[in-house]
């Protein structure tokens, strides 16, 4: 009772009630009473009004109260009554008697992970969660993993559900269970069984009564509450009509609400179904209620609201919290489970009345979906988990199916929350599903009540979709998930059929026969002639029907499969069913006779080109599917007598699908233009492969089953009669064809070229079982060979390109690795499988399921491969496998008369060409079909043992003169002329072939008829002859000559590609490898004279870089110039953005931009700014020229479209003209410095900062006059030659300082989000501090790249740092003096304190670095007033450098000592660790016991040397780049000796204490000062982040290696805004690791104005405006930039088959790769996601209109 002492007063009259309150008195008195219903309902009346529901909840306080109360004064009784005894103890006694079910029964949240495994799942609808899954055997099987829709739950356990492993570890039952069969409820105390059954029975009654109560203000009896207030409530439903918007701006009408409010109570009328927005009397919440209703009935009907009694809404409330609680209770016992189960299904005895249960079922869609959740929670805690009662349940299911799937179609709400939904638990089942099938009738049942709900029929009865409206469009997609249940209870075939299922499933397949017939001759077309049809016909609905039903009608054909008798039942009702489609068939079809070749037949007039044809065939398609069944399973050859075979009428099979592929052909050929898109998609949908398997495919089984039934010259006439290419082929001269009249040739190319590759399909496809003598696995791995055959796959490809079965399996794993080998994907790309080179030899060009475009994309590889192997083109027929019995006689198609006339006729214009009546496309099929059948003649023979039983001559036949009329001569003179005709060079190869294949039939012919016991080799024939060598040696040189020429061709077509994008590869090579490049050298090549240690950067001493001349080259009019300070202004263009990369406080708030002191850098860096650079040079004016064009286009483009384009014109952004790389502002090049005068003497550390201070004193005082106006006073002498009212000259042309200006800007613009302002003090401090943070970055990144310091960045970035460098330097001179001498004085306070100097920081919030660089940068300003000819500013950057490192040193030993540092101990020790020491010390004296005592020197001197040295590299880059000295050579390669080369190259000593050592007495009061900074102090103890050093560099957060566990972390999180709502979106910010509810409206800000997603919010604080995301749910990377820009990029998790998978569509376990992640974190340090965006955006444009500011 802990929580009702805590924080809270007593808030009513409610808390003296509990303490008086006696649950157990209650219970006992309960006990006693004669009518237990009326005593429990007497307590409840009183209390429930008084506990629940007072008032808008107003917050968790109020929710706490109203649970403590549910607990205190309404639970409690209820368990001490069913319990006797103190609940804990009683329930812990429960438990102990309590068998847990064998089953998980874990309910899925929304978007929680499920696995199922695809080795031993029964079927993909069984789960497990991820504990389980964890715990189970199919961790190491073949899994899929997917998240949860929500609902549903664990399936562990369920010995059905589990071919292998059922049980999980903790699931596995124990040794000692008991007997399952024995019921629970006899291992409970007879008294806890008698209080159970009455006391469950009334709370279910009493929550089923208001469940499902329809009355506003009264309660059922009993239930009155003993006084009754005016107290009401306006209560909001959910519908689906009306968008969150409506909702909201309605509720601040009505109930005057804020708009947050209105947010709230709208997501949770969303959530919920329901929610109270007004309470108070009657008339108040009517008023409400009327203005709901007048504001929302405008469009639609209007929102549901209702005005409710408090009390109504009290007993509703607590109803689901009795009924929460009941499932609460059945976690402790399995026996209380059952008696529940029993209260819940028995019949009300009064009247027998349905059962509580129905009663809940049969009110679903009136409840609202808080109240169905818990209810649903319910049954599934209870029935479902109890295996006897779940049958009795489903039966209770089947037997109201059709009234709760009719209740679902009137419903609006989302099946997951209908109690229909609850189909998967039940139907999957199998022996549950056996069971409902017969007792229930339930497939009959599922079927006819969707055929019910399709009510548009046309005459004839067929469905009819057109023009159906947006609401049946919503029905019809409710109606589809009737096919879902019907896929589970026929998703495992049965292993036993008894008579009664026998009976039920008949009678279900008719029914199913009936649905189809419906469908057969759905949507006919007629094709348009003269114009174009007006309105594109509906077509989706009748395909969605169709691709819904594929898999049931495969599931139907594999049932029949499992059962002779009912196979062959099946096959005569489905006969039945067809001959009673083609009754109705038009009769105006006049018969006519056909004769070509000899042969004569009858059939009709019929064309598709002038008469209805329809696609869809279902039943013909279900028949053929049933034939081959008979095939496969020999029942046609075991029980012929039972088969109607004599019934069948070829002719009538085969014409409805003739009719079909003719229409195919014709609309390739382009006859059905007219008739528009629908059609074609149509076309597209019939060959694609998840409609396939039962459209186009059963339809060639069909002509295959009709031509085996036939005589095969019958059956081609019929072909060419349907093609209407008869004429053609029996006119008198085939010759003259062309010349007829009023024909397109190219159309009749086409048909002809259609009609042979038809019959090459008929005759040859062979690899589906039953057809041909294959198995399954052949069928799936020949589609592999073939789909591998037009080039290497990556595992989805083929997986999209093969068929899946109702478990979404394609077999491909079991086949994959058979016939290719896998390649592993690089950091970019996926892994591939490429076919093994010993398959090749199974390629089929004519393979059924190619495309055209797939057809010719195979065979121009398949003849690169064989001519890179130097083997010969010719691409001859696979051999086929052998045909089943049933198909046997197909192959007398091959040598039949009709079609050798046609062989005859083509082959004949192929000798003869002319007009253009006549294709080689054509030829190539002929001779394909000539090939088939020679290699049918050759397998005869070589599988005979005697001539005699060889019924093949096809030889024989083609050497006989033409049977056409008018061929020249036989095929094989045909042939034989055509072997070296010059215009036929393509084909040579396989009519070599052909012969060679006849001579060797011939061969082996007079062999076998001599001595007829010699097998013959079929590789015999491949065997090359010596002449065949040599033949092949000239072939490979020639080949080989070919290949160069082509390499060369390719070369040069290369080399004329665009410069541009040539130069983009380039450029992208960079971009993708920092470390590939090396071109540091270019500018300043190591030279030996240089390269000496006495190298310095710094100082006096260094060495410029001014000898050397800087020609460059401008990328828009390719003119050289030399880079000089009064020449042609050259700029670099360059991308300025604001960077958090370095940042150490991501919780600092962001600078208010106005009033923001930008001076200081504080040392958590935690806003940058960072300019990078493509490195392309222009002229300034012509990058003007150019800026001004893309300005222009951009205003024309804004007239003609809107939205954004992937730059922000008006923002400045450009794209670089060379590359395209996203670029903001130039940078200008200067020239390089000169080398100092080494003639002068340069002061000394006292005699430079004496200097300075009286010329910083004479500074401060010619300010001050001028300012205050007035000259009195003796003005402090500077020194000598000092003069401050000089002028410096200006050292830049006027275009350079233009450019100057416009960086400036730029910087100053971007860094401080503010408008340009070139009056502002603060505009050189931006641009030097975009120069210090950009190499600070750059420092970083080759440090944790184990980079040399030197030499190792990419040009551009060279080329970047270093104009970057140089124009800092100079940008002083573009503002005014003054302001840089003030900026100047301030910096420099900061080292030599100076009283008169207010508000300087201590050196503890100072970024040393940034001081470095500002002062030296600034003091430029105040040298340029020394007019003594003596130039003092390399001494002066020496003196500040040591000044500068020095605090650091101090900074690093106040800082970054800690007491672990302290503890180990060591002796003896070097000069530095002894000097060390010693400073040490003496801080210690200044600040006393702040800093920890540490004796141990070594421990100090490392600290300080490791936390120095990033300071040390970014000053060497810097004063490398501002002198152009040369590096020295230790620095250019990675290694030891890295500190000494470091020091001397900045003129340091490699014992850095001997800075302060040397010169103590200078030294010593400054440190003395800056220690006595109050600000030290305060920072030393406690207050403030304190930053150490070295400071670690930024990684992104880390991510788990298995991706369940981010998909478990998501579903797992809540919106923060919506009260523990799942988010739906759930993303990850990889920077921080913030887990954020984006692309919702719940979780939008406001940002400058704009309503933005959480991730662009967040974007702006944790990124400044950058930010990386993963998105969990589509395992998907966004990056986005600012509000209007962002792109997905891969994410970093690839499945086993070296993919990614975004969408998370495939289910594949997904892992990290580590590689991928780090490239992501390398291109977010480098600062390179603004330009990856560009980039895609600029590559997609579909990216720039999405609303990522809404993410
Ligand atoms: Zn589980
Ligand atoms: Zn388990
Ligand atoms: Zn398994
Ligand atoms: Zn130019
Ligand atoms: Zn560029
Ligand atoms: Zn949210
Ligand atoms: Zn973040």
């Not at 050798?900 to 001779?927: C, D, F, I, Y």
């Not at 600034?1418 to 007019?1427: A, F, G, I, N, P």
């Not at 020295?1528 to 340091?1548: H, I, K, R, T, V």
Request: charged letters at 20%; glycine letters at 6%.
């Amino acid at each position: 009772m802990a929580a009702a002492d805590t924080d809270r007063d007593p808030p009513s009259a409610l808390c003296s009630e509990f303490l008086d309150f006696s649950a157990k008195d209650t219970a006992s008195r309960w006990l006693a009473a004669a009518d237990l219903q009326q005593e429990v309902y007497r307590h409840l009346a009183v209390y429930v009004p008084r506990i629940l529901c007072q008032g808008l909840s107003g917050g968790s306080r109020e929710e706490q109260r109203e649970e403590l109360g549910c607990q205190l004064l309404l639970l409690a009784p209820l368990e001490w009554f069913l319990l006797g005894e103190e609940p804990a103890a009683g329930l812990a006694s429960l438990q102990e008697r309590n068998q847990p079910s064998p089953l998980c029964g874990h309910v899925f949240k929304v978007g929680e992970p499920t696995y199922s495994c695809r080795e031993c799942a029964a079927d993909s609808t069984c789960v497990l969660c991820m504990k389980c899954f964890l715990e189970s055997v199919h961790k190491d099987h073949r899994y899929r993993m997917t998240t949860s829709g929500g609902g549903g739950f664990c399936d562990c356990g369920d010995a059905e559900a589990w071919k292998e492993g059922p049980y999980c570890q903790k699931h596995t039952p124990t040794d000692g269970s008991r007997d399952s069969q024995k019921d629970p409820v006899t291992q409970l105390p007879p008294d806890i069984v008698a209080r159970g059954y009455s006391i469950f029975y009334i709370i279910l009654k009493y929550a089923v009564d208001l469940l499902t109560w329809e009355q506003e203000v009264q309660l059922p009896a009993g239930l009155e509450p003993p006084e009754r207030g005016d107290t009401y409530y306006c209560m909001l439903f959910n519908d689906e009509v009306h968008t969150y918007e409506q909702v909201i701006y309605t509720l601040q009408k009505a109930v005057s609400c804020s708009h947050k409010e209105a947010v709230s109570f709208a997501t949770t009328v969303d959530r919920d179904g329901r929610k109270s927005v007004r309470y108070g009397d009657f008339q108040f919440c009517e008023q409400a209620k009327s203005v709901i209703v007048r504001n929302t009935s405008r469009q639609s009907k209007p929102l549901r609201v209702e005005v409710m009694h408090s009390s109504v809404v009290a007993h509703q409330c607590f109803a689901l919290k009795a009924l929460s609680w009941l499932g609460q209770i059945l976690q402790y016992s399995d026996g209380l489970r059952r008696i529940l189960c029993q209260v819940g299904l028995q019949r009300v005895p009064e009247g027998e009345k349905p059962s509580l249960v129905d009663r809940l079922m049969l009110n679903d869609s009136k409840m609202w979906k808080g109240a169905r959740n818990i209810y649903h929670q319910l049954l599934m805690n209870s029935l479902l988990m109890d295996l006897e009662y779940k049958k009795i349940f489903a039966i209770q299911f089947a037997k109201n199916y059709r009234r709760l799937q009719t209740d679902f179609m009137e419903d609006d709400h989302e099946r997951v929350v209908s109690v229909t939904s609850l189909s998967v638990q039940l139907f999957t089942v199998p022996t549950v599903a056996r069971i409902l099938m017969v007792e229930e009738n339930l497939m009959t049942t599922i079927i006819r009540t969707f055929v019910d709900h399709l009510r548009h029929r046309d005459l004839q009865g067929r469905f009819q979709f057109d023009r159906y409206t947006a609401q049946q469009a919503f029905k019809f997609g409710r109606v589809q998930s009737l096919i879902g249940d019907l896929k589970y209870i026929l998703i495992s075939p049965p292993s036993d059929w008894s008579h009664q299922l026998r009976l039920k499933f008949l009678e279900g397949f008719n029914a199913f026969l009936e649905l189809l017939k419906c469908m057969q001759g759905m949507d006919p077309v007629v094709r348009q002639v003269g114009q174009h049809i007006e309105m594109e016909p509906e077509w989706e609905a009748a395909f969605t029907l169709q691709m819904k039903l594929t898999h049931i009608i495969s599931m139907i054909q594999e049932w029949c499969s499992t059962d002779e008798h009912v196979l062959i039942e099946a096959y005569k009702k489905c006969l039945s069913t067809l001959s009673h489609c083609h009754s109705s068939l038009p009769d105006g079809e006049q018969p006519i006779s056909l004769s070509l070749a000899g042969h004569c037949v009858d059939t009709f007039r019929y064309q598709v080109s002038q008469d209805k044809v329809s696609i869809h065939l279902p039943v013909c398609r279900l028949l053929a599917g049933l034939h081959v069944l008979l095939s496969r399973t020999e029942v046609a050859s075991r029980f012929p007598e039972q088969l109607p075979l004599g019934e069948l009428s070829p002719h009538l099979l085969i014409e409805l699908p003739l009719r079909c592929l003719v229409l195919c052909a014709q609309v390739h050929a382009g006859m059905w233009r007219r008739n528009g898109f629908s059609l074609i998609n149509q076309i597209y949908y019939y060959h694609n492969v998840k409609c396939r398997v039962e459209m186009f495919d059963k339809d060639v089984i069909m002509l295959q089953a009709g031509a085996s039934m036939m005589d095969p010259n019958h059956f081609l006439m019929i072909v060419l009669s349907r093609f209407e290419l008869f004429h053609i082929f029996s006119s008198a001269d085939i010759r003259k064809r062309y010349r007829e009249a009023n024909k397109d040739l190219v159309q009749q190319n086409t048909l002809i070229e259609e009609m042979l590759h038809l019959i090459i399909m008929v005759a040859g496809e062979r690899y589906v079982t039953g057809v041909g003598q294959v198995e399954p696995f052949d069928e799936v791995r020949r589609e592999i060979i073939h789909q591998l055959s037009i080039r290497p796959m990556a595992h989805s490809e083929l997986v999209k390109a093969l068929p899946e079965n109702g478990n979404k399996e394609t077999g491909l794993e079991r086949v994959i690795d058979s016939v290719a080998s896998f390649k592993k994907p690089g950091v970019t790309g996926r892994g591939l499988y490429e076919l093994r080179s010993e398959w090749n030899k199974c390629f089929n060009l004519y393979f059924h399921h190619y495309s055209r475009a797939d057809q010719s994309k195979a065979e121009e590889a398949q003849r690169k491969l064989r001519r890179q192997n130097a083997e010969d083109t010719a691409l001859p027929p696979p051999l086929p496998p052998p045909l089943c019995p049933l198909f046997g006689s197909l192959v007398n198609l091959l040598q039949c008369d009709v079609l050798l006339a046609v062989e005859g006729a083509v082959l004949q214009w192929a000798v003869e060409p002319s007009g253009g009546g006549w294709t080689e496309s054509m030829l190539q099929r002929v001779l394909h079909l000539v090939g088939m059948a020679l290699l049918e003649e050759q397998q005869q023979l070589e599988n005979s043992s005697g001539d005699d039983d060889v019924t093949f001559n096809y030889t024989c036949k083609i050497t006989r003169p033409g049977e056409a009329p008018g061929t020249s001569g036989s095929v094989l003179a045909l042939l034989e002329s055509l072997q070296n005709a010059p215009h036929l060079e393509v084909h040579k190869d396989m009519i070599s072939w052909i012969l060679k294949m006849v001579r060797n039939i011939k061969t082996i012919r007079e062999r076998t008829s001599s001595i007829s016991t010699i097998t013959i080799n079929h590789g015999r024939m491949l065997e090359e002859t010596v002449r065949d060598k040599d033949k092949a040696e000239r072939k490979k040189k020639a080949e080989m000559a070919r290949l160069r020429r082509e390499k060369i061709m390719a070369q040069m077509s290369e080399m004329q590609k665009h410069f541009i994008n040539e130069n983009k590869e380039l450029f992208q090579q960079s971009m993708e490898e920092l470390e590939a490049s090396t071109s540091a050298a270019e500018h300043s090549p190591p030279n030996s004279e240089f390269t000496c240690t006495s190298q310095v950067c710094v100082g006096p001493r260094r060495v410029g870089g001014a000898e050397r001349r800087q020609l460059v080259t401008c990328i828009l009019c390719q003119e050289e110039q030399e880079v000089r300070g009064h020449g042609r202004a050259m700029v670099l263009a360059a991308f300025v953005q604001r960077s958090t990369v370095l940042s150490k406080n991501r919780r600092r708030n962001l600078p208010d931009p106005d009033h923001h002191d930008s001076l200081f850098m504080h040392p958590d860096l935690s806003l940058g700014i960072h300019t990078a650079s493509c490195g392309h040079i222009m002229h300034a004016t012509c990058w003007q020229r150019y800026f001004e064009a893309v300005q222009l286009k951009e205003q024309r483009r804004q007239q003609r479209l809107r939205g954004h384009t992937s730059y922000d014109v008006e923002n400045g952004e450009f794209l670089c003209p060379l590359c395209e790389c996203l670029s903001n502002t130039v940078i200008p090049l200067l020239p390089h410095k000169a080398t100092p005068d080494h003639s002068i003497d340069h002061p000394s550390l006292e005699v430079w900062l004496k200097m300075t201070s009286q010329q910083i004193a004479a500074v401060n005082s010619s300010h001050r006059t001028q300012s205050d106006g007035t000259a009195e006073g003796a003005e402090p002498a500077g020194p000598e030659g000092f003069r401050v009212n000089h002028t410096p000259r200006n050292l830049f042309s006027s275009s350079i300082s233009e450019m100057m200006t416009t960086f400036s800007m730029s910087a100053y613009k971007v860094g401080l989000k503010v408008n340009p302002n070139e009056q502002d003090q603060r505009v050189p401090v931006l641009s030097w501090s975009t120069c210090a943070y950009t190499i600070q970055s750059i420092e970083r990144l080759l440090m944790d790249e184990g980079k040399p310091l030197f030499g190792s960045l990419p040009c551009r970035q060279d080329d970047c740092l270093s104009s970057l460098t140089r124009f800092s330097s100079a940008c002083w001179t573009s503002a005014p003096l003054k302001t840089v001498h003030a900026h100047f004085i301030r910096l420099f306070a900061v080292l030599v304190p100076n009283l008169q100097v207010e508000d300087t920081p201590c050196i503890l919030d100072i970024d040393m670095f940034h001081l470095l660089v500002y002062s030296v940068l600034s003091y430029s300003s105040l040298h340029s007033l020394d007019q003594s000819g003596q130039s003092f500013v390399d001494s002066a950057h020496v003196h500040i450098l040591h000044l500068v490192t020095l605090a650091h040193l101090v900074q690093i030993l106040l800082t970054s000592i800690t007491e672990e540092v302290c503890m180990d101990q060591d002796s003896g020790g070097s000069e530095e660790e002894e000097l060390t020491c010693q400073l040490y010390s003496t801080l210690r004296k200044h600040l006393g016991s702040v800093l920890p005592e540490v004796s141990s020197g070594w421990q100090l001197w490392n600290c300080v040397k490791a936390g120095i040295l990033p300071f040390l590299r970014a000053a060497a880059l810097f004063f490398h780049y501002l002198n152009s000295s040369v590096p020295p050579a230790d620095l250019l390669a990675a290694g030891p000796a890295q500190w000494e080369a470091l020091c001397s190259y900045l003129s340091l000593p490699s014992n850095l204490l001997l800075l302060h050592h040397s010169q103590v007495s200078q030294l010593e009061p400054l440190m003395h000062r800056w220690c006595c900074h109050p600000g030290v102090r305060q920072m030393l103890q406690g207050g403030g982040v304190m930053v150490r050093f070295p400071r670690e560099s930024n990684r992104l957060i880390d991510l788990p290696e298995d991706y369940s566990v981010l998909i478990n972390q998501a579903s797992s999180f809540t919106c923060p805004r919506s009260g523990g709502d799942k988010s739906r979106a759930p993303t990850l910010c990889l920077v921080c690791g913030a887990m954020l509810c984006s692309q919702s409206y719940c979780c939008q800000t406001e940002v400058d104005g704009d309503d933005v997603g959480a991730c662009t919010a967040h974007t702006f604080t944790c990124g400044a405006g950058v930010g990386l995301f993963l998105r969990v749910r589509e395992s998907q990377v966004l990056f986005v930039a600012g509000k209007t820009k962002g792109c997905f990029y891969p994410p970093p998790y690839l499945d086993d088959y070296g993919e990614t998978d975004q969408g998370l569509k495939r289910g594949n376990p997904l892992h990290l790769c580590l590689e991928r992640y780090r490239k992501i974190e390398r291109l977010w340090r480098q600062h390179g996601i603004a330009e990856v965006i560009g980039h895609a955006q600029e590559a997609n444009q579909t990216l720039v209109a999405i609303d990522w500011q809404h993410l």
